[in-house]
């Protein structure tokens, strides 16, 4: 069975700076469509970030530039390091991995931004 457990959130500053882990287990992350989407109060689920087994990534225009997702292979796991964090930033983030019919999700970290 396949796992993802997402770390790393919290409440920052704005212009503040984290990074967010998304273990994977049961499986090889290299063998994924991996992605960060987030749900904010009120909102819907969007894609923020995805990074593709040819290495290619996709970025929301809304954190283009500011967010950046990467894959260390070695250590089976996904991360989103999110800096210069603005107010509407703030929502759940979760990690997902695809491949074919398969669709798996990780429980989110909370990410606050706020003075």
């Known amino acids: 069975q396949v796992q993802l457990v997402e770390s790393g959130g919290d409440l920052v500053q704005p212009g503040g700076s984290l990074r967010l882990s998304c273990a994977v287990s049961g499986s090889l992350v290299s063998v994924f469509l991996m992605g960060w989407y987030r749900q904010g109060p009120g909102k819907q689920r969007e894609l923020v970030a995805d990074s593709r087994i040819s290495g290619s990534t996709n970025y929301a225009a809304s954190v283009k530039g500011r967010f950046t997702i990467s894959r260390d292979n070695a250590k089976n796991t996904v991360y989103l390091q999110m800096n210069s964090l603005k107010p509407e930033d703030t929502a759940v983030y979760y990690c997902?991995?695809?491949?074919?019919?398969?669709?798996?999700w990780g429980q989110g970290t909370q990410v606050t931004v706020s003075s």
């Open positions: 997902n991995a695809k491949l074919g019919t398969y669709d798996f």
